[in-house]
């Protein structure tokens, strides 16, 4: 088992529409998780954080941590086709030190 | 403007050569990293460094050397023994926040062909 696992995609959405990304984990210990955002050809860009259980707002994105079920999603309300990109999940914790544990990511594209 | 800067964008180089990839960063992170990404591939770690005079070996370190004597600098050099060094390079810094997790930015990237 992968120690963070998302769907590769492509996940498709129309314009205008809410995208769902998801991400599970392995590890129970995890205490701090992230979503970047890699356009193509372009470095991640880390556009979102949670640590806490619950939900998390910034703009149009919300990240959902549940920690019970060790799922971490991403959402973005308003899909716009500038936010067709892969979106990386990444995850932290004492056992990995200072390191991030990446999943493979997820493509979105969203169509006019 | 505090930043990572990693140069050159495109490198070239023909098999057999060491080449060195520049990483510079100026938000006093403590915490750099080396990352590998090959086409349609997640971020396979490189090489780590905790502090000055420090590195460990990522998952894929074979290959790799990298030297940490500046907290700024994060030089990796891809050695001849590298198999298959054509890869995007990203170099990234972090630094433990209040809340106890490490967040990670990353630079541009330095894309290298060898051929």
């Known amino acids: 088992q992968k120690e963070v696992e998302q769907n590769s995609g492509p996940l498709s959405v129309p314009e205008g529409a809410i995208a769902s990304l998801n991400c599970t984990y392995s590890d129970r210990g995890s205490q701090s998780f992230f979503w970047y955002r890699q356009y193509s050809g372009k470095s991640p860009e880390l556009i979102m954080f949670?640590?806490?259980?619950g939900d998390k707002e910034d703009g149009r994105f919300t990240a959902q941590l549940n920690k019970a079920s060790q799922y971490v999603s991403l959402l973005i309300r308003d899909s716009q086709p500038s936010d067709s990109a892969t979106y990386l999940c990444a995850v932290n914790s004492l056992k990995y030190g200072n390191k991030l544990v990446f999943g493979a990511g997820t493509i979105l594209r969203v169509k006019s | 403007d505090g930043g990572i800067t990693q140069s050159p964008k495109y490198l070239f180089r023909k098999e057999g050569q060491n080449v060195t990839l520049s990483c510079e960063q100026n938000?006093?992170?403590?915490?750099m990293y080396w990352y590998r990404q090959d086409p349609g591939q997640g971020l396979r770690l490189i090489y780590y460094?905790?502090?000055?005079?420090?590195?460990q070996k990522g998952d894929i370190a074979e290959g790799y050397s990298v030297s940490r004597e500046k907290k700024e600098s994060f030089p990796l050099t891809v050695t001849s023994a590298q198999k298959n060094p054509t890869a995007f390079y990203l170099c990234?810094?972090?630094?433990?926040?209040?809340?106890?997790?490490?967040?990670?930015?990353f630079g541009p990237g330095t894309r290298l062909t060898v051929t």
């Open positions: 938000l006093n992170h403590d915490a």
């Open positions: 460094s905790q502090i000055v005079n420090d590195f």
């Open positions: 990234a810094s972090s630094q433990p926040t209040i809340r106890g997790g490490y967040e990670q930015y």
């Open positions: 949670i640590y806490s259980n």
